[in-house]
T-cell receptor, first 113, second 111 residues
Framework: SAVISQKPSRDICQRGTSLTIQCQVD?????MFWYRQQPGQSLTLIAT?????????ESGFVIDKFPISRPNLTFSTLTVSNMSPEDSSIYLCSVVDYSTEAFFGQGTRLTVV | EDKVVQSPLSLVVHEGDTVTLNCSYE??????LLWYKQEKKAPTFLFMLTSSGIEKKSGRLSSILDKKELFSILNITATQTGDSAVYLCAVEENTGNQFYFGTGTSLTVIP
């Protein structure tokens, strides 16, 4: 199994600023994903973080707004740029390991004021 | 330590069978429990449960929560091959609005 450490667990940010969320895994994993979760709704996939190359974004999400880094097989960051209140959400990191099981971080609760 | 435990880890059934998936949790400041179906990348939301004893139903799927015994079950009746997926249970914690996910139950439905 994989243990995920996601930081920060929560933050309150001013509109127009940026926040970088970190996802650290205790083992090498094949795939890492970033999701957004609105309360009581489906998880929405933002992008797949690719090691050593640009992330693959889902429809409706762009690199300028959500730049992602993945410098190695155990670490990734998601930045929420130029934030607005509509970006208030829970952001989740997920990984798939070599056994193809999926694991989730505890999430980052972002409030933009 | 907060945790969410799902059982069984995997299950293989034949079409038409009924399955019951289990999710037990030890989370302080419980807010809600959510069930998801994961087939490829993004899990699909199934149910959100907040109150004990009230069954939620959608087609062949149903779910119920027991906040006293700290568990939930997801039932799928008359299973079909399209039900093959990993079913994830997550508990939302109230204080920090954080989520704790189980590792899922892998369901395979054989024709």
């Amino acid at each position: 199994s994989a243990v995920i450490s996601q930081k920060p667990s929560r933050d309150i940010c001013q509109r127009g600023t940026s926040l970088t969320i970190q996802c650290q895994v205790d083992s090498q994993v094949t795939m890492m994903f970033w999701y957004r979760q609105q309360p009581g709704q489906s998880l929405t996939l933002i992008a797949t973080a690719n090691q050593g190359s640009e992330a693959t974004y889902e429809s409706g999400f762009v690199i300028d707004k959500f730049p992602i880094s993945r410098p190695n097989l155990t670490f990734s960051t998601l930045t929420v740029s130029n934030m607005s209140p509509e970006d208030s959400s829970i952001y989740l990191c997920s990984v798939v390991d070599y056994s193809t099981e999926a694991f989730f971080g505890q999430g980052t609760r972002l409030t933009v004021v | 330590e907060d945790k969410v435990v799902q059982s069984p880890l995997s299950l293989v059934v034949h079409e038409g069978d009924t399955v019951t998936l289990n999710c037990s949790y030890e989370v302080t400041n419980f807010r809600s429990l959510l069930w998801y179906k994961q087939e490829k990348k993004a899990p699909t939301f199934l149910f959100m449960l907040t109150s004990s004893g009230i069954e939620k139903k959608s087609g062949r799927l149903s779910s119920i929560l027991d906040k006293k015994e700290l568990f939930s079950i997801l039932n799928i009746t008359a299973t079909q091959t399209g039900d093959s997926a990993v079913y994830l249970c997550a508990v939302e914690e109230n204080t920090g609005n954080q989520f704790y996910f189980g590792t899922g139950t892998s369901l395979t439905v054989i024709p």
